[in-house]
Nanobody, 122 residues
Framework: QLQASGGGLVQAGGSLRLSCAAS??????MAWFRRAPGEERDFVAA???????FYADSVKGRFTISRDNAKNMMFLQMNSLRPEDTAVYYC????????????????????WGQGTQVTVSS
């Protein structure tokens, strides 16, 4: 029900735009997580259906999350990419909007995409 795309190889300082296509239903909060090699999956950004956004401190000011509710799509514009941004990026969603204190938790999201690889070379 969620399909992520847009990953690739980019040099440090470059940009990528990830997309997440949702099908079958309308979601509340949608989010991006990432898993770097050998690491746990971490929260990146989230957006409620009304447009309120949340970011991890590590990406604040560089990444922008957005969504098009009419097209059931979510996006992650990633600028000023760093080698430490290298990871598999996953989109996630849940039926309802989350409260702020829960938005960074993996377990509140019941729907996950397959992941898209982002590699940033130095």
């Amino acid at each position: 029900q969620l399909q992520a795309s847009g990953g690739g190889l980019v040099q440090a300082g470059g940009s990528l735009r990830l997309s997440c296509a949702a099908s079958g239903r309308t979601f509340g909060t949608m989010a991006w997580f990432r898993r770097a090699p050998g690491e746990e999956r971490d929260f990146v950004a989230a957006i409620r259906s009304g447009g309120i956004k949340f970011y991890a401190d590590s990406v604040k000011g560089r990444f922008t999350i957005s969504r098009d509710n009419a097209k059931n799509m979510m996006f992650l514009q990633m600028n000023s990419l760093r080698p430490e941004d290298t990871a598999v990026y996953y989109c996630a969603a849940r039926m309802e909007n989350t409260i702020a204190s829960e938005v960074r938790r993996e377990d509140v999201y019941g729907y996950w995409g397959q992941g898209t690889q982002v590699t940033v070379s130095s």
